[in-house]
Structures are given as structure tokens and as C-alpha cells.
């Protein structure tokens, strides 16, 4: 395969699974898992493992919990920033997903190195 069929079997799998023009539940449930972002999750995970977990693991569940908040603050700021950004340039929303995963192994690799102290 190549880069241009790639691209167009994307497309076709991208239309098939699009939802935003098809009014209903799997819509509904799309925008509500779209817009609560996966920090959402997490927190709730660390929270549930803080009260049911190991309690040798209590301090670490705390740390990966205020990293993840921390970590949601910044990608919100990023994002009411990006909204006041005139460019609205393919080249700086693949900028912008990559400042987030660079933020994510920062923060992954941050909290490893506390783990270890």
C-alpha cells in the first residue's frame, strides 16, 4: 500500500464511522465521550483504586491524580488559546497534538522519577 491509498481507505472509514450529521443516541454519546476528555477518566480510575486499591500504592495514586489535573489545566489553557488563534492552518493543529503528547510523556516520565525517589 501506498501514502495516497492509505489516505483514501481513511477517508472511506472516516465517512462510515462519522456520526456528527446523523442525529440520535450514538451521536449523543459520541459528543459526551468527545468533550469530557480522557483525564476525566483517569481521575475517576485513581479515585475508585485510592478507595478499593492497595494502600501500599496510595501515595502513588495521588501523585499520577494531581499530574493528571495539572496536565488537564494545561491542555485547557492551550485550548481557550487556540480558539482566540486566527490560523486555523492544518500545519499548527498537528503542532498543538503534538505540545499535548509531549506534555503527556513529560508528565508520564515526571512521575517515574518520583516513583523512584
Excluded: C
Excluded at 440520535?24 to 485513581?46: E, K, M, P, Q, T
Amino acid at each position: 500500500m501506498n501514502m495516497t491509498s492509505l489516505l483514501e481507505l481513511d477517508a472511506r472509514l472516516s465517512n462510515r464511522m462519522r456520526v456528527a450529521e446523523k442525529p440520535g443516541a450514538l451521536r449523543n454519546i459520541a459528543i459526551v465521550l468527545a468533550h469530557s476528555g480522557d483525564s476525566w477518566f483517569w481521575g475517576a480510575a485513581l479515585i475508585l483504586l485510592w478507595f478499593f486499591g492497595d494502600p501500599a500504592w496510595r501515595e502513588w495514586y495521588v501523585v499520577e491524580f494531581v499530574g493528571i489535573s495539572l496536565l488537564a489545566v494545561l491542555v485547557m489553557g492551550i485550548k481557550f488559546l487556540e480558539k482566540f488563534a486566527v490560523s486555523t492552518d492544518a500545519q499548527d493543529t498537528l503542532m498543538l497534538g503534538a505540545a499535548f503528547a509531549i506534555a503527556s510523556a513529560a508528565l508520564i516520565g515526571f512521575s517515574a522519577l518520583i516513583r523512584d525517589e
